[in-house]
T-cell receptor
Framework: DAKTTQPDSMESTEGETVHLPCSHA???????IYWYRQVPLQGPEYVTH???QNTTNSMAFLAIASDRKSSTLILPHVSLRDAAVYHC?????????????FGAGTKLTIKP | GPKVLQIPSHQIIDMGQMVTLNCDPV?????FYWYKQILGQQMEFLVN????????KSKLFKDQFSVERPDGSYFTLKIQPTALEDSAVYFC???????????FGAGTRLSVL
């Protein structure tokens, strides 16, 4: 799987909208962009994923650049519960490459 | 979202003993995974499993490790014998198809003394 680059840490305040960037300059055409988050002592939680179009769900909005070389996970009106390590992961969208590979991610800290 | 259950949440054993970690995956899922995370470090892929077979394993999946899912019951990770460096949190995950979303359990913390 191609490599992603994320900032080590970010900080925000409750109620703000957070933009978490991810760079994936060598992404292949058949790779999805996945986002997971993990809080201490818990397993990774699926947030969202996309291929080319922007996507939205109850947790977040994923904005994908038109050239797909970068993406941004947007978390509206964050609360203390959104504090976690956020992982941006590329995953090949075909059979034979099932696993996902985690990096260090971005540690998001939320202040009251 | 879909739930993956891991039993027990914490296991303490003496070095050299055998341990079995149990995972109850999402009911209709077909692909199963184990990951290892040492405190403060990144999640590391161990193995994935489909149709009764190991599909891929990493260098961390030592000869002392084995996985199975007998008769569609728990998906298990067995370590025999255990070593001090096996102390970590082990996460199980499952997905419906190989390219679908992985859902993770809360992990089993293994402490080898």
């Amino acid at each position: 799987d191609a490599k992603t680059t994320q900032p080590d840490s970010m900080e925000s305040t409750e109620g703000e909208t957070v933009h978490l960037p991810c760079s994936h300059a060598t992404i292949s055409g058949n790779e999805y962009i996945y986002w997971y988050r993990q809080v201490p002592l818990q397993g990774p939680e699926y947030v969202t994923h996309g291929l080319q179009q922007n996507t939205t769900n109850s947790m977040a909005f994923l904005a994908i650049a038109s050239d797909r070389k970068s993406s941004t996970l947007i978390l509206p009106h964050v609360s203390l519960r959104d504090a976690a390590v956020y992982h941006c992961i590329l995953r090949v969208a075909n059979y034979g490459n099932e696993k996902i590979t985690f990096g260090a991610g971005t540690k998001l800290t939320i202040k009251p | 979202g879909p739930k993956v259950l891991q039993i027990p949440s914490h296991q303490i054993i003496d070095m050299g003993q055998m341990v079995t970690l149990n995972c109850d995956p999402v009911s209709n899922h077909l692909y199963f995974y184990w990951y290892k995370q040492i405190l403060g470090q990144q999640m590391e892929f161990l193995v994935n499993f489909y149709n009764g077979k190991v599909m891929e394993k990493s260098k961390l999946f030592k000869d002392q490790f084995s996985v199975e899912r007998p008769d569609g019951s728990y998906f298990t990770l067995k370590i025999q014998p255990t070593a001090l460096e096996d102390s970590a949190v082990y996460f199980c995950a499952s997905s419906l198809y190989s390219q679908n979303t992985l859902y993770f359990g809360a992990g089993t913390r293994l402490s080898v003394l």
